[in-house]
């Protein structure tokens, strides 16, 4: 079974940075894409950013480009979302998410979830 | 810029049959995909690739394309299956993923 523990939420003040990481139990993590999402209280499911598998292919919303940079370390099967220059928008619950295996002609859906972490930007 | 369109809400009694549409001008082209979600819980995935349902979820759950419009059947509705569901698909280039705004399935 795979399983997804993210940490580093928080308050965090306009303007301020927060680093947001995920811990993945599964031996192939290095196969796979992954990605964050996030949603706003009440709200729906945001797409945040993808990366391959290798680490060398990075995708964002228009929202979070520029600010946001997603990262993974597949020694450590983990991935990292660092967060500046954040904004009262930006508020959400953050979940990193499992994509395909780089090796299928289909990988651009996420399969297993984390339970997600809190960010909340506020002065 | 691409959008996939969903009612907000569905209303259906128990054993009754519930449908939720998905559009977007993609979608002939892109597969879609749905999501379940419970308050307070993270999504599942219940419908890949347009119509397949991963391992473990209901035959209830059934999805299909048409056009630029998929849909997610949920057959024999149970009070269990209340919940908001999300379509979600990307772009041509798979540079951009797209969710659905979410539909609120209300059992009656």
């Known amino acids: 079974q795979v399983q997804l523990v993210e940490s580093g939420g928080g308050l965090v003040k306009p303007g301020g940075s927060l680093r947001l990481s995920c811990a993945v139990s599964a031996s192939t993590f290095s196969d796979y894409y992954m990605s964050w999402i996030r949603q706003a209280p009440g709200k729906g499911l945001e797409w945040v950013s993808y990366?391959?598998?290798?680490?060398?292919?990075?995708y964002y919303a228009d929202s979070v480009k520029g600010r946001f940079t997603i990262s993974r370390d597949n020694a450590k099967k983990s991935l990292y979302l660092q967060m500046n220059s954040l904004r009262g928008e930006d508020t959400a619950v953050y979940y990193c998410?499992?994509?395909?295996?780089?090796?299928?002609?289909?990988?651009?859906?996420?399969?297993?979830w984390g339970q997600g972490t809190l960010v909340t930007v506020s002065s | 810029s691409y959008e996939l369109t969903q009612p907000p809400s569905v209303s259906v009694s128990p054993g009754q049959t519930a449908r939720i549409t998905c559009s977007g001008d993609a979608l002939p082209k892109q597969f879609a995909y749905w999501y379940q979600q419970k308050p307070g819980q993270a999504p599942v995935l219940v419908i890949s690739?347009?119509?397949e349902r991963p391992s473990g979820i209901p035959e209830r759950f059934s999805g299909s394309s048409s056009g630029t419009t998929v849909t997610l059947t949920i057959s024999r509705v149970e009070a269990e299956d209340e919940a908001d569901y999300y379509c979600?698909?990307?772009?041509?280039?798979?540079?951009?993923?797209?969710f659905g705004g979410g539909t609120k399935l209300t059992v009656l």
């Open positions: 979600q698909s990307t772009d041509s280039i798979a540079s951009y993923v797209l």
């Open positions: 998410a499992r994509m395909g295996p780089h090796y299928s002609s289909t990988w651009s859906f996420f399969d297993y």
């Open positions: 990366i391959s598998y290798s680490g060398t292919t990075r």
């Open positions: 690739r347009d119509t």
